[in-house]
């Protein structure tokens, strides 16, 4: 195409995106949202603070965290850790421990880094600005505008799962949320709808107004104030939006763990590899399919299978075909692959769920 018609082309284009998006300015809105939220909003601790700290913390662990699942974790997490410098110079151990159960442990580990980052190259100093904040370790788009709204009313739109929700619904956005193009749609039309003051409580509106009133399967449609002007409840297309482009599509993987022990010792390594549970504690792992292993002989010498549980775990992007294979020694030998620990003190290391679970249902610590 000639440089001169190209320009051209490109202008219409660039004007068409813009009457688009301001035909999707709507002052109501927002005030709607924000009328709903002082009736319907949820009583939560991270909400009564302006503290840049608790706002994070309270953000890092929402991410693929429902509120009822996170919540203990926040309380656990800020009277362990009540500021900046506390976390910084708490174990890492520590810090995981506190964090198991709640998976995605890639969060604990980035919210250590970025705490010993604030307390010694930044003096404990929050960064004020999502152009600052975004910078920290393990801190994206939605997190950023997350804190600058809450703790500091810069004028940022957020944009989690609940807020595509409610705006690809109510605005009829059939661009799909996992795409360049989407996002850069989303990103435009939640930042033009932005209210021209208490920007904080409005993103804090639309949130919970994804979460307790559009919700994904069966959201509160005849009830709902906004559903005079909502595209997918006035087209039939509520169950259809947000699209997505992608399907997940989750690995198999297959884990034997091997549990050595004795009346009173057992035997665990760290996972140092960049995976699925980096620096958590388990028991030794032998990851390959069932039909063809078999535990090393020089592992289980002198021992007695006592114990054969076969269970799968499903995460996100992946299925594990888990089996625990038990041996009893009547004496744990040394072994300088794993770490020799005294049962009665499992407790005391992060595991992931799986063996947590295990180790609940199995492992008899506090009797030793």
Not at 32 to 56: A, C, G, T
Not at 302 to 315: A, F, G, Q
Request: aromatic share 14%; with cysteine; glycine share 2%.
């Amino acid at each position: 195409m000639d440089c001169k018609y190209n320009f051209i082309y490109e202008s219409q284009k660039a004007t068409a995106e813009f009457f688009i998006f301001v035909s999707m300015i709507d002052d109501d809105f927002s005030l709607k949202l924000i009328k709903w939220y002082s009736e319907n909003k949820r009583n939560l601790p991270w909400r009564e603070s302006k503290s840049p700290y608790k706002i994070w913390i309270s953000e890092i662990i929402l991410q693929q965290t429902k509120v009822d699942q996170g919540l203990p974790y926040y309380l656990k997490f800020i009277k362990k850790f009540p500021n900046v410098h506390d976390l910084a110079i708490a174990n890492e151990n520590m810090v995981l421990k506190l964090w198991q159960g709640l998976g995605y442990y890639s969060r604990a580990r980035n919210l250590h880094y970025s705490a010993k980052y604030i307390s010694n190259h930044l003096n404990g100093e929050f960064p004020k600005t999502y152009d600052e904040l975004i910078k920290l370790k393990g801190v994206g788009k939605y997190t950023a505008s997350a804190i600058a709204s809450f703790a500091f009313n810069e004028k940022k739109a957020v944009l989690d799962g609940n807020v595509f929700r409610v705006l690809s619904r109510y605005f009829g956005i059939e661009d799909p949320i996992d795409t360049t193009l989407g996002s850069k749609i989303f990103e435009n039309i939640a930042f033009i709808n932005l209210p021209k003051k208490n920007v904080d409580t409005y993103n804090q509106s639309v949130m919970e107004f994804g979460a307790l009133q559009c919700k994904p399967a069966k959201p509160n449609c005849n009830s709902c104030s906004l559903n005079s002007k909502c595209f997918a409840f006035n087209n039939n297309k509520i169950l259809s939006l947000p699209l997505k482009s992608k399907k997940i599509i989750k690995k198999e993987r297959f884990f034997n763990f091997i549990i050595l022990k004795s009346e009173k010792f057992i035997f665990l390594e760290k996972r140092i590899k960049n995976d699925i549970w980096k620096n958590m504690y388990q028991f030794p792992l032998f990851e390959e399919p069932i039909e063809s292993f078999s535990p090393p002989k020089d592992l289980i010498k002198t021992s007695i299978l006592s114990k054969k549980t076969e269970v799968t775990h499903l995460l996100t992007h992946q299925k594990l075909n888990v089996t625990f294979w038990e041996f009893e020694f009547k004496k744990l030998f040394q072994n300088k692959k794993y770490e020799k620990i005294k049962i009665k003190k499992l407790n005391e290391y992060p595991v992931p769920k799986i063996v947590e679970n295990y180790i609940n249902q199995n492992i008899s610590i506090h009797r030793l």
